[in-house]
T-cell receptor, first 112, second 114 residues
Framework: AKTTQPPSMDCAEGRAANLPCNHS???????VYWYRQIHSQGPQYIIH???NNETNEMASLIITEDRKSSTLILPHATLRDTAVYYC??????????????FGTGTLLAVQP | DARVTQTPRHKVTEMGQEVTMRCQPI?????VFWYRQTMMQGLELLAY????????DSGMPKDRFSAEMPDATLATLKIQPSEPRDSAVYFC????????????FGPGTRLTVT
């Protein structure tokens, strides 16, 4: 399934950052994954979910009931959260391969 | 703190030379991925191994690229001969396959072919 994200967003330091993602063609057994890439580093896993909302030490993931969109929430953004955030729907081909296909992501700029 | 390691971190070479990039996956992981990142194309999957067996290399130019896993602790990506258009950052990632799983990325090898 293809995902659509805004190319860029700003957020004030200390405030919540809400990053949206549309995945209207998601299949029933596909998971939503979020990764981020800080400049010059490898991508970093943040969180994933299937249909229920998820929370870990980094972020929360809110998935709509119809699963056609989701929102990644960073509750208290810091300057170190400035990165490109990728929303990915995991493609699963009958057990033969499991791929993560990265799109262009959202560049989140946290402002002081 | 287990991490994926990649060597070298930077490589500058001349067109036509062979380039070998190495990756040490996290111990216990059974999948390894090679990605390439450029400004124009973003992150592209080149190859994917499970239990050291190549499962998918459809994203890799077959004529000059090859990927192998000689053992569970080493994955290699070779380019022979290299071309300027191969200039990119090459990332290795590893993971443990299951119903849902995450991939852990290394720091990347920045390749410049002149």
């Amino acid at each position: 399934a293809k995902t659509t994200q805004p190319p860029s967003m700003d957020c004030a330091e200390g405030r919540a950052a809400n990053l949206p993602c549309n995945h209207s063609t998601i299949s029933g057994n596909e998971y939503v994954y979020w990764y981020r890439q800080i400049h010059s580093q490898g991508p970093q896993y943040i969180i994933h979910g299937l249909k229920n909302n998820e929370t870990n030490e980094m972020a929360s993931l809110i998935i709509t009931e119809d699963r056609k969109s989701s929102t990644l929430i960073l509750p208290h953004a810091t300057l170190r959260d400035t990165a490109v955030y990728y929303c990915i729907v995991r493609v699963y081909y009958g057990g033969a391969t499991n791929k993560l296909i990265f799109g262009t992501g959202t560049l989140l700029a946290v402002q002081p | 703190d287990a991490r994926v390691t990649q060597t070298p971190r930077h490589k500058v070479t001349e067109m036509g030379q062979e380039v070998t990039m190495r990756c040490q996956p996290i111990l216990g992981h059974n999948t390894v991925f090679w990605y390439r990142q450029t400004m124009m194309q973003g992150l592209e999957l080149l190859a994917y191994f499970r239990n050291r067996a190549p499962l998918d290399d459809s994203g890799m130019p077959k004529d000059r690229f090859s990927a192998e896993m000689p053992d569970a602790t080493l994955a290699t990506l070779k380019i022979q001969p290299s071309e300027p258009r191969d200039s990119a950052v090459y990332f290795c990632a590893s993971g443990f396959e299951g119903i849902s799983y995450e991939q852990y990325f290394g720091p990347g090898t920045r390749l410049t072919v002149t």
